[in-house]
């Protein structure tokens, strides 16, 4: 008798197990969440259907997930206004910088494999980046400039935390921008017929707007990120993303050449004209043509090129905040998630939040301020895209639009409110 217990209780355990590892991924039940209150998230319907009435949106994907369960998934409006195509939930858009949080996370991948250290100098790897100098004074008239050396040289963690003085082309400071158009430096937004690592060889003999670490600046950090993965893994950036996180994890719909096969589900891009009218992004308009997603690329940038669903991010952001597993692939440890998760700066990024290995943080002060609870990350996207993770009540949202500039912006922090207003613990 007692035998044919311990049998039966094995027999359990082991019929148990694979529930237990698919616990981690994301579960579609169709059952309430009893944390949730399914009547406050209805909420959500009423704002945008307001916004999109009024003419200020024309589509909206919103998906949240809370304790490894979705709670909320919908698409709202039209993913393409002229020809009334619905917005379904699983279109595919252009995420653009939510391109950094999956480079950070392969290179913290390398990091685990013991290819570097954070503190290490990059121009171990691309020795054109050796002996940084910083700008002193530019003249605008002609983009001439001098130049003082800088303190140290530029290292791994500089790059993840946009403190390494490097700037952005078109979207950087006027300083910036205006030297590294000069020098031919491509932004990443959109398609360059370009070699990655010719161009941050360029980079590299351009000033450091600051002296590294001094500060903190939206940069090309992540693109020469993507570039370093490539030269230390010998891989292209887009077969590392393939073959370490998208594959692993299931992400099937997330790429920086979409297929011709899913072209048909991407969402349209919008802009605003003189008198903020949601218009159609035409192909010329700051010199980044929509249909870059689905022109054959080599240059893969990895601050912004990939394109992919909500529902791609969010299994990606599940993995995080299950502390680097997934559906039983790990991809990092617990401890480097701590790491990546934690402030890596002596000063706020933003003047009160945080910022970590990729992530931006919300701190007390912005806790006390906002929905989001202290410690939650998150970053967005050029074209309108948005995601946040909160460790503290296990929940990933993502609310993604195709449109820049956005007058009606304020579309998502009030989703977030609704969101959190929606928690009943």
């Given amino acids: 008798m007692k035998g044919t217990i311990i049998k039966h209780l094995l027999f359990m355990l082991i019929a148990a197990m694979p529930f237990v590892a698919g616990a981690q991924a994301i579960q579609i039940t169709g059952r309430p969440n009893p944390e949730v209150s399914t009547e406050r998230l209805k909420r959500i319907d009423t704002l945008v259907q307001d916004y999109l009435q009024k003419g200020w949106i024309k589509g909206i994907v919103t998906l949240i997930v809370k304790d490894n369960q979705v709670v909320q998934y919908k698409g709202y409006g039209y993913a393409d206004a002229e020809t009334k195509k619905p917005m379904e939930k699983d279109a595919i858009f252009r995420i653009m910088s939510q391109t950094k949080g999956i480079t950070s996370v392969a290179m913290m991948i390398l990091y685990e494999h013991g290819k570097f250290l954070l503190d290490e100098p990059i121009a171990d790897f691309i020795p054109e980046f050796r002996h940084p100098v910083v700008i002193d004074k530019f003249n ?10 800088a303190k140290r040289e530029v290292t791994f963690r500089d790059l ?3 403190s390494s003085g490097i700037d952005y082309t078109d979207i950087g400071t006027k300083t910036g921008s205006a030297i590294y158009a000069k020098a031919h430096i491509p932004s990443g937004l959109g398609y360059f017929d ?3 690592l010719d161009k941050m060889k360029i980079l590299a003999k351009q000033p450091l707007m600051f002296q590294p670490g001094e500060k903190w600046q939206y940069g090309l950090n992540s693109d020469l990120l993507g570039c370093l993965i490539e030269v230390i893994s010998g891989m292209s950036l887009d077969d590392f993303f393939a073959r370490n996180i998208f594959q692993p994890l299931g992400m099937k719909d997330t790429y920086f050449n979409v297929p011709a096969s899913k072209a048909g589900r991407m969402a349209t891009v919008y802009t605003e004209d003189s008198l903020q009218h949601v218009i159609k992004w035409n192909h010329t308009f700051r010199h980044i043509d929509p249909d870059y997603p689905l022109m054959k690329k080599h240059y893969f940038s990895g601050g912004a090129g990939l394109s992919g ?3 791609d991010y969010a299994i990606f952001m599940q993995m995080l905040l299950n502390g680097g597993i997934y559906n039983g692939h790990r991809i990092l440890s617990p401890r480097t998630i701590q790491m990546m998760t934690s402030s890596q700066l002596d000063f706020p990024f933003n003047g009160t939040d945080n910022f970590g290995l990729g992530f931006g943080i919300a701190s007390a002060k912005s806790a006390a301020r906002t ?7 998150s970053w967005g996207g050029y074209y309108g895209t948005s995601y946040f993770a909160d460790p503290n009540k296990h929940m990933v ?3 993604m639009t195709q449109q820049s500039p956005n007058s009606h912006g304020d579309i998502i922090p009030k989703i977030e409110a609704i969101i959190y207003s929606s928690l009943l613990k």
């Fill in 140 to 149: 605008a008239a002609d983009t001439t400039y001098t130049t003082v050396p």
């Fill in 160 to 162: 993840l935390t946009h």
């Fill in 194 to 196: 370009a070699t990655l």
């Fill in 309 to 311: 669903t909500a529902f």
């Fill in 371 to 377: 929905a989001r609870t202290e410690g939650t990350f």
């Fill in 397 to 399: 949202c993502l609310i």
